[in-house]
């Protein structure tokens, strides 16, 4: 009877609440208090500088004169009815992308889902279909399509699944490409001239290329585990940066670069116990001064490189205060030159402004 009366209120108060107007929220980045928080300190230049965190649906903030008194009141009976809501976090994100109107795209292995930090629309939203009857495994690797006229096409490697997901813009499935061909798909890349899509095959130790269809149509890499030029051992993450692919070479500690058709160009990195070092690489991305960023997940750093491989600066260190990490995994970068790393064990996503380098 008490049960019936209270959802009466609710009931009520819902059909008050019809028709009136509510902003979007804000997407606020969480500063933890500490905006400002730069790298390296001074007496040196600053490079880089704290911008704040994501950590899921309270990262949307609704101005405080769009809560009417009626929105209070269903908000305490819903409360009261249903127990009190749990907003929506990060459990252990992967790796991201940005699209070109601020949208930011997480995958999250523990939630088995994408996150979608949707600034235009001040709202999160989580995809977890990968197909009309088929759910997310292990997201990891994803990339946004960027095909015009506000609409997009958005791809995700799912390591479990043995696939390369298609969504459109709103997360509906598409379909799939690799099945049969891809063993543990990880990393994702694409080429936004000539469409080439590539995926690091992790148990495979191989890099495979396919064309914008998803067909395949080259394999870097013997297939079994190696350590010489053309060769790996467990490559996870990898990034496209001016027509050369960067591949994380996780268990032989190092990055390699080879040109967009798959060539070999260059390596850097080593095994070791000093900062700088690469004894777990994970997340490598490039920024327009060719900075090479490399998550270095052993030691919790981030770890920026110039494009000779030479180690400018490292950031971070185990814990999970302001520039510190648990486990680390990938790492990304948008069009206003700010760098996002998934803190992997803290829940978070980090974001750090470029403030370049003259």
Same mark, same amino acid.
């Given at each position: 009877?008490?049960?019936?009366?209270?959802?009466?209120?609710?009931?009520?108060?819902?059909?008050?609440?019809?028709?009136?107007?509510?902003?979007?929220?804000?997407?606020?980045?969480?500063?933890?208090?500490?905006?400002? %928080?730069? @790298?390296?300190?001074?007496?040196?230049?600053?490079?880089?500088? =704290?911008?704040?965190?994501?950590?899921?649906?309270?990262?949307?903030?609704?101005?405080?004169?769009?809560? #009417?008194?009626?929105?209070?009141?269903?908000? @305490?009976?819903?409360?009261?009815?249903?127990?009190?809501?749990?907003?929506?976090?990060?459990?252990?994100?992967?790796?991201?992308?940005?699209?070109?109107?601020?949208?930011?795209?997480?995958?999250?292995?523990?939630?088995?889902?994408? =996150?979608?930090?949707? *600034?235009? #629309?001040?709202?999160?939203?989580? @995809?977890?279909?990968?197909?009309?009857?088929?759910?997310?495994?292990?997201?990891?690797?994803?990339?946004?399509?960027?095909?015009?006229?506000?609409?997009?096409?958005?791809?995700?490697?799912?390591?479990?699944?043995?696939?390369?997901?298609?969504?459109?813009?709103?997360?509906?499935?598409?379909?799939?490409?690799?099945?049969?061909?891809?063993?543990?798909?990880?990393?994702?890349?694409?080429?936004?001239?000539?469409?080439?899509?590539?995926?690091?095959?992790?148990?495979?130790?191989?890099?495979?290329?396919?064309?914008?269809?998803?067909?395949?149509?080259?394999?870097?890499?013997?297939?079994?585990?190696?350590?010489?030029?053309?060769?790996?051992?467990?490559?996870? %993450?990898?990034?496209?940066?001016?027509?050369?692919?960067?591949?994380?070479?996780?268990?032989? #500690?190092?990055?390699?670069?080879?040109?967009?058709?798959?060539?070999?160009? !260059?390596?850097?990195? !080593?095994?070791?116990?000093?900062?700088?070092?690469?004894?777990?690489?994970?997340?490598?991305?490039?920024? *327009?001064?060719?900075?090479?960023?490399?998550?270095?997940?052993?030691?919790?750093?981030?770890?920026?490189?110039?494009?000779?491989?030479?180690?400018?600066?490292?950031?971070?260190?185990?814990? #999970?205060?302001?520039?510190?990490?648990?486990?680390?995994?990938?790492? @990304?970068?948008? %069009? %206003?030159?700010?760098?996002?790393?998934?803190?992997?064990?803290?829940?978070?996503?980090?974001?750090?402004?470029?403030?370049?380098?003259?």
């Amino acid at each position: 009877m008490i049960r019936d009366s209270y959802q009466c209120l609710v009931a009520l108060l819902c059909l008050m609440l019809v028709g009136c107007a509510s902003a979007p929220a804000i997407l606020s980045y969480d500063d933890q208090g500490a905006e400002g %928080h730069v @790298w390296p300190t001074a007496p040196e230049v600053a490079r880089y500088q =704290y911008i704040g965190q994501l950590t899921g649906e309270e990262n949307f903030i609704k101005e405080k004169d769009d809560v #009417s008194m009626g929105r209070k009141m269903f908000d @305490w009976m819903v409360g009261i009815v249903a127990g009190e809501a749990v907003p929506t976090v990060l459990q252990r994100p992967q790796s991201g992308a940005v699209d070109s109107d601020g949208r930011i795209y997480v995958t999250d292995v523990s939630r088995a889902a994408v =996150y979608v930090f949707d *600034k235009p #629309s001040g709202k999160l939203d989580v @995809w977890e279909m990968a197909g009309e009857q088929l759910r997310f495994k292990t997201p990891i690797g994803i990339v946004v399509i960027e095909l015009g006229e506000g609409k997009r096409e958005i791809l995700v490697a799912d390591a479990d699944l043995k696939l390369v997901v298609r969504l459109d813009q709103n997360g509906k499935p598409l379909g799939h490409f690799g099945a049969g061909e891809l063993t543990r798909p990880t990393g994702l890349a694409r080429d936004s001239t000539s469409g080439k899509l590539y995926v690091a095959d992790t148990h495979a130790h191989d890099i495979k290329i396919f064309d914008a269809n998803g067909t395949l149509i080259r394999t870097v890499g013997g297939g079994v585990r190696g350590d010489g030029a053309g060769e790996f051992n467990s490559p996870t %993450h990898i990034t496209l940066a001016n027509e050369q692919l960067y591949v994380t070479d996780t268990l032989n #500690s190092r990055i390699k670069v080879f040109s967009s058709d798959g060539e070999f160009v !260059r390596t850097f990195g !080593r095994r070791g116990l000093f900062v700088g070092d690469l004894p777990r690489p994970k997340g490598v991305a490039v920024d *327009k001064d060719d900075n090479v960023y490399v998550v270095e997940s052993y030691y919790d750093h981030l770890l920026v490189f110039n494009e000779l491989g030479n180690l400018l600066l490292p950031i971070g260190g185990s814990g #999970s205060g302001v520039g510190e990490f648990y486990l680390p995994a990938g790492v @990304w970068t948008d %069009h %206003h030159d700010r760098i996002y790393v998934a803190d992997s064990f803290n829940g978070r996503i980090v974001i750090l402004q470029y403030l370049g380098g003259a």
